[in-house]
């Protein structure tokens, strides 16, 4: 079956997407019966780009990987001003879904929410990386999609592609879940990493993230834990049907430990992990992101790097842990085609 897709926001996720489109057309159609036919794309940097009749993504992909912009296309196309205000597109062209990438406000949550809010009014279907919306609007986008019977669909706001909406929908369906706790944030996991294999300091291996490209020039939402505590809040409203919000998460980053710690929970058979919980307690929802002591047999104790995990506590089967990657281009773009065909599976054209 034919979708028509949106795109807001063509940067890394979004170029990823694309790509991945591109390489797997054949199996998509053959496999899948999903025909994805991108027909619009707006990006503050890049511009826009309407083309009704489908977007030839191979020579797309060419002209952003040449540094030009969406308007740079060589294919048939609709003229357009250089950059089309999204609540506008979302409005005047017609799609099945939009893929909403742009960038996270985790304070407020927009401009995606909004965004987001005209798609599902406008009859489409929408899929999302941005932690933003999902982690402050959770259940209030969950209704609206509802009411216009259309599906809010946020794998790769958690764990990128690694699919922890998508077990705990399908493979997890008919378990109550008791706990969920995991490792979120690629780049606190490798300084801890770096910290006790290579026995640096804090301010060494952070030095070290970011040369390599793990962590940025301000690494505050990273090593206090503001990144996990956005995902561990869309874990609490969307796995544990809570209602909380960031604030009421208790935080505590890992700038504060020192390798001395890191080497004494070693000699004790234990290993520092920044672990972000939910669980139930008499029937509400406590959520956290702190440093804790893992002993060695427990699965999360043995993701090093920039890997993530998840262990899922449920009734039926007991732990359940996946490992993954937790962020990248082609893994993000993953995480959008594999919403699309859930969206597609479900047969909701
Ligand atoms: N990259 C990952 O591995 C990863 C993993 C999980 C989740 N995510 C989430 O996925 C989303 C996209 O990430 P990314 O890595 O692709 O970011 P990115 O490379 O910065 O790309 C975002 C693109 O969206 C554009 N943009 C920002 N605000 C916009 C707006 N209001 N309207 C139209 N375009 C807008 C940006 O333009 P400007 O540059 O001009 O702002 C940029 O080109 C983010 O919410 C991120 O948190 C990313």
Known sequence: M??????????TVGQGFLEILD?????????????????????MLKGS???????????????LKAGKK?????GPKEKTEDYLDPIDLIEQVEADILAEVTYTDIKTGEPATSYIKKALRTGKHVVTSNKGPAALHYHELKELAHLNQRHFRIEGTVMSGTPVFHLFETGLAG????????????TTNFILSQMELEEMEYDEALKLAQELGYAEADPTADVEGFDAVAKVVILANAIMRGKIKPDEVNRQGISTLRKQQIIEAREAGLRYKLIARVKKVNNHIEASVTP?????TDPLAGVMGAQNALTFDTDLLGKVTIQGAGAGRLETGFSILSDMLAISKSGKN
């Open 292 to 296: 804790e002591k893992l002993p060695l």
């Open 70 to 74: 969406l308007n740079d296309y060589p």
């Open 2 to 11: 034919e979708y028509q897709i949106i795109l807001i926001g063509c940067g």
């Open 49 to 63: 780009l309407l083309a009704p009749d489908g977007i030839q993504l191979k020579k797309l992909l060419e002209v």
């Open 23 to 43: 390489r797997k057309a054949e199996l998509l159609r053959d496999v899948y019966k999903f025909e994805p036919k991108v027909i619009a794309i707006t990006d």
């Open 175 to 186: 378990n109550e879940i008791r706990e969920v706790k995991g490792i979120l944030n690629g």
